[in-house]
């Protein structure tokens, strides 16, 4: 069998993590499987579905890396990819179901179905259809749209249950006494997801339906209408949902949850993606960093759990500062270059002329990222002395090391633009001879001298990484505190 999966967001917004999630679980297991990937735009819900979100779902697939073999971005073989230009194939195929008997036009009146759906709610019974027009025959109601009515499709629940296949959650054995006749086509002509989802997935040749299982309810009725239209059934994989730490199902309130947020977050789209994966996925050797690639050839539907997966900001904070860690030089500048815009100093030009110290700056505080937005904090000490004082930096200058340590650094800091690292050393070594200060007094007193602070980047960064003019410059203002 060729392996065929597809992602079918509705454009009604920007990529939420749990549907980014669904994306990988299908891209992943296609790409285990040399198999292809369809990226379907689910847009039949013509009130809430814009072009924009259309845009916008492009857009944040393109940032995490997820690309697809079809799309609605290029001609394929099962084109078109959006449901929206897919209008007449519905029509078509809801024209058989009514020609088989599979489906009927119903004529019942929104007022008619609600006080049906009411009385069955007082009841305590599930809001079935009443069957009213379950036998008007196709003739007689052909007339009647003749004369003007205009019904709904519904489909017919042609047997008393039905089994689905499932992946995670093995077979499912449904009544369909639990739903009923159901409407496929609205009395406007448009087609209802639970249809046009079936005419997609067998036109398209997809062979596995891995999405959210809050769709788990909706199965059977798909699978009865792949049965009817003589269609193959894919194989169905529900992954859990993804909560909050309140088990809640994972909305705005618990954070942070769609991508363009993370991505303005400061967020790798790795690290992202690799802390998706963990969700209800795992490697049967509990490595938890890995690169796409790395997920692509270990990945397997079969270890995805039941249950609901818990969204662990914390975690992901920590795999964010993972993947950071990997970043090589140019990456990171990359990365970095639209925060490090918004430190005053660095204006393009700056950035232009700087651009080895800049990237030697992003090194020497790499290991200290959470996201990439904090490189804006951290290597703002390279440029701009900080106004206050620490109250630890304090502590230092109050030493009595202190200010004969300073006044020795500026004096043998001598003129040239930069302190090579060996230079730094030496002056280090020449102040412990001389005065007699070793151990922290002295790299301490040095490091509030250039930072008011005590802690920062390496001081072998600090001390080489600015001018030596600018370090003297520093040195001075904090002696001046000092007295
Ligand atoms: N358009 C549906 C959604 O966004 C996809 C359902 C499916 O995968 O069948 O939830």
């Not at 700087?354 to 990222?369: A, G, M, Q, T, W």
Request: proline share 4%; hydrophobic share 35%.
């Amino acid at each position: 069998m060729s392996i065929r999966v597809r992602f079918a967001p509705s454009p009604t917004g920007h990529i939420h993590v749990g549907n980014l999630r669904t994306a990988l679980f299908n891209y992943l297991f296609a790409k285990n499987q040399n198999g292809q990937t369809i990226l379907r735009i689910e847009d039949t819900d013509t009130v809430r579905s814009t072009l924009e979100s259309e845009e916008l779902i492009y857009k944040d697939l393109d940032w995490v890396g997820l690309e697809f073999d079809e799309s609605p971005l290029f001609e394929g073989d099962y084109s078109p990819y959006r449901q929206s230009d897919r209008l007449d194939i519905y029509k078509k195929y809801a024209d058989k179901l009514l020609e088989d008997g599979f489906a009927y036009y119903c004529f019942c009146s929104k007022e008619e179905l609600d006080a049906e759906r009411e009385k069955a709610a007082k009841e305590s019974r599930p809001p079935l259809y009443n069957l009213k027009c379950a036998n008007t025959s196709l003739d007689e109601a052909k007339k009647r749209i003749a004369n003007g009515e205009k019904p709904a499709i519904r489909f017919r629940a042609f047997k008393e249950n039905i089994i689905v296949k499932d992946i995670i959650h093995g077979d499912i054995d449904f009544p369909t006494n639990s739903f009923g006749d159901f409407i496929i086509v609205r009395p406007d002509d448009m087609p209802i997801y639970n249809y046009v989802v079936v005419v997609d997935d067998a036109l398209m040749k997809i062979s596995h339906v891995i999405r959210g299982d809050d769709h788990l309810s909706n199965t059977p009725k798909q699978a009865l209408i792949f049965e009817a239209l003589g269609f193959e059934t894919p194989i169905f994989a529900h992954i859990p949902m993804i909560v909050g730490d309140d088990h809640a199902k994972l909305s705005k309130r618990h954070g942070t949850t769609s991508v363009e947020q993370f991505r303005d977050n400061g967020y790798l789209p790795e690290a992202l993606i690799n802390y998706l994966a963990l969700l209800s996925w795992s490697s049967d050797d509990g490595k938890e960093v890995f690169s796409i690639d790395e997920l692509i050839e270990r990945f397997s539907i079969k270890r995805v759990s039941k249950s609901a997966a818990v969204f662990d900001f914390d975690k992901l904070n920590w795999m964010n500062g993972q993947h950071i860690r990997l970043l090589d030089s140019d990456r990171l500048f990359k990365e970095c270059l639209p925060y490090m815009k918004s430190i005053e100093l660095l204006t393009d030009e700056f950035i232009e002329q700087n651009i080895y110290r800049l990237k030697e700056c992003l090194l020497s505080v790499k290991d200290s990222l959470v996201t990439i937005k904090d490189v804006t904090q951290n290597i703002s000490v390279y440029f701009k002395q900080p106004d206050d004082i620490t109250s630890a930096a304090k502590e230092i200058l109050e030493l009595e090391s202190t200010k004969p340590v300073l006044e020795n650094f500026i004096q043998l800091i001598g003129d040239d633009e930069y302190l090579t690292i060996d230079r730094y050393k030496s002056i280090m070594k020449e102040i412990q001879t001389t005065i007699g200060v070793k151990g922290k007094p002295l790299y301490m007193a040095v490091r509030v001298g250039i930072s008011k602070s005590t802690e920062g980047p390496e001081l072998d960064s600090l001390t080489t990484l600015i001018p030596v003019k600018c370090i003297k410059k520093r040195i001075e203002k904090v002696l001046l505190i000092k007295k």
